[in-house]
């Protein structure tokens, strides 16, 4: 399998070059150069496998020769094996139509660690051999921040310095990033929003003098990585209730276009989805675009879901790509002008392209809270803001045919947003075991302005050079 650039100019690389690369060179994000296919008797046949094997099967196609298929599944089941639910990810019924897939069961609470439990391993089995160092640049709004740390902490060959938002994330997010304390882990926080963050970790990609003596890495969901691991579940979900032979709609809390983009992977393989429902929070960027094709980024407003308070969402780029008929040279041009004006109007084949198979609902915080509300008092789950945005969004979305059932993406562990689940609900969930005495621990992070120059200076007198 080879990945090209939506930016048309970046070489072509295959799994193991997009997964050390992260941004390519040109600016863009890496894609297939072919969306690979399931037929309906191969999908037919993946019912009832265990969640690793499904995952090798998934992406095997994806990671070509790489790896073998031996050793693709050898570090899935390990990746998987440190989630708290046999399952991995349960499916749970809310009633006749709505359901709820939880992928909080991983070692820091949040859907991100499905794909960096993996990246960890993939980082250490491409680094292996050989003497490159990897400089990872993260930037979180507070989920990808912690569950990438755990995934890095401690191993050989890699530093990490992950970005995140000063006050914007909760309590718990920032304290399961700034309390690990191992020599490869850089903390920062700094003034300013996630989407100033993830500028600063583009950047820094394209700037050769860091990365004429790092080799600066990615995490974020603008490595392909992550997202083919995230489209497993998917498959996971829509076997249970019945596909092939039954569509299977899905809403998801929606920030940086990852997860969704996932559901979009998983139709193109093969996958019959009927809708996949773009939830966004007052932060609503791509709701304006999906309904109206007005993407236009404004200030970002801090909400109880705060890891959806993004305005940017990097992986947008990779669906108005295959919206331009994947036109690398129209797409940059799109992309200069956005980055120009903040602002952009999709074209007429880019928004018919998408409205095939999304569409979008914004929540607000009264919204939120109700959704929270009735799934405690109606069916007894304790959602977390981000997952209830998302329900809100499955019971409000009109036209989906009766019997299609509608899966929500929960996406983080009520415990992570305890004030905002007592606010709404009256309950106080408490944080499961396995993240111990988080509040008892020392907490070492650096704050910074936020400035470009500030952090890349920062990053450089810490890390290590790439042939370290
Ligand atoms: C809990 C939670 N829900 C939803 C999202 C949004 O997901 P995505 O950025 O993939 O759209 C995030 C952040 O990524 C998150 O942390
Ligand atoms: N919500 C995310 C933002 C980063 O998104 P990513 O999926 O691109 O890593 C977070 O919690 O950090």
Redesign the pocket.
């Known amino acids: 399998m080879k990945y090209v650039s939506t930016r048309g100019q970046a070489p072509s690389l295959d799994f193991q070059g997009v997964t050390l690369a992260g941004l390519a060179s040109d600016g863009g994000l890496y894609v297939p150069e072919v969306w690979p296919q399931f037929t309906a008797d191969e999908i037919a046949a993946m019912a009832g496998l265990p969640y690793a094997k499904l995952a090798q099967t998934i992406m095997q196609p994806f990671v070509g020769d790489c790896l073998t298929p031996e050793r693709l599944l050898e570090l899935c089941e390990q990746a998987y094996g440190r989630f708290a639910h046999a399952a991995v990810v349960p499916l749970k019924q809310l009633d006749e139509t709505q359901w709820v897939l939880e992928l909080f069961h991983g070692p820091t609470l949040?859907?991100?660690d499905v794909a960096l439990q993996l990246l960890g391993l993939l980082f250490e089995e491409f680094l292996a051999k050989g003497d490159d160092h990897l400089t990872i640049v993260g930037a979180t709004?507070?989920?990808?921040g912690s569950a990438a740390i755990d995934a890095v902490a401690g191993r050989a060959k890699v530093d990490i310095f992950m970005l995140h938002p000063h006050g914007r994330v909760s309590d718990v997010q920032r304290r399961q990033m700034t309390t690990v304390i191992a020599p490869n882990v850089h903390n920062i926080a700094i003034d300013g929003s996630f989407d100033d963050a993830q500028a600063t970790v583009k950047r820094m990609f394209n700037d050769p003098a860091m990365t004429g003596t790092f080799h600066i890495a990615a995490v974020n969901?603008i490595n392909w990585a992550r997202l083919m691991a995230q489209v497993v579940y998917y498959f996971y979900a829509a076997l249970q209730l019945g596909a092939p032979q039954r569509k299977v709609a899905f809403s998801?809390?929606?920030?940086?276009?990852?997860?969704?983009?996932a559901g979009y992977v998983a139709a193109k393989m093969g996958l019959p989805i009927e809708r996949l429902i773009v939830a966004t929070n007052v932060n609503d960027i791509l709701h304006r675009a999906l309904s109206t094709g007005d993407y236009s980024a404004s200030t970002v407003t801090p909400t109880a879901?705060p890891?959806?308070d993004?305005q940017v969402?990097s992986?947008f780029e990779r669906l108005l790509f295959d919206g331009c008929g994947r036109d690398g040279a129209a797409l940059a041009e799109q992309m200069r002008s956005f980055d120009a004006n903040k602002a952009i109007q999709l074209t007429n084949a880019q928004r018919e392209s998408s409205a095939a198979l999304f569409s979008s609902e914004r929540a607000d915080a009264g919204n939120m809270a109700n959704a929270m509300r009735w799934a405690y008092e109606a069916t007894g789950e304790v959602l977390?803001p981000?997952?209830a945005i998302a329900l809100h969004a499955a019971r409000v979305t009109k036209g989906i045919p009766a019997g299609v059932p509608i899966v929500t993406l929960a996406?983080?562990h009520p415990a992570?947003f305890v004030d905002a689940v007592e606010r709404a609900t009256g309950l106080r969930p408490g944080l499961p075991a396995r993240v111990g005495d988080l509040f008892e621990r020392e907490e070492r992070c650096d704050h910074l302005t936020g400035s470009y120059e500030e952090i890349a200076a920062y990053v450089a007198a810490r890390a290590t050079p790439q042939h370290g």
């Not at 709004?141 to 990808?144: N, Q």
């Not at 998801?252 to 983009?261: A, E, I, K, L, Q």
Request: net charge negative; no cysteine.
């Open positions: 949040a859907f991100k709004s507070g989920d990808t969901s998801v809390p929606t920030g940086n276009f990852g997860d969704v983009f879901a890891s959806m993004i969402s992986n977390d981000h997952t996406t983080a992570k």
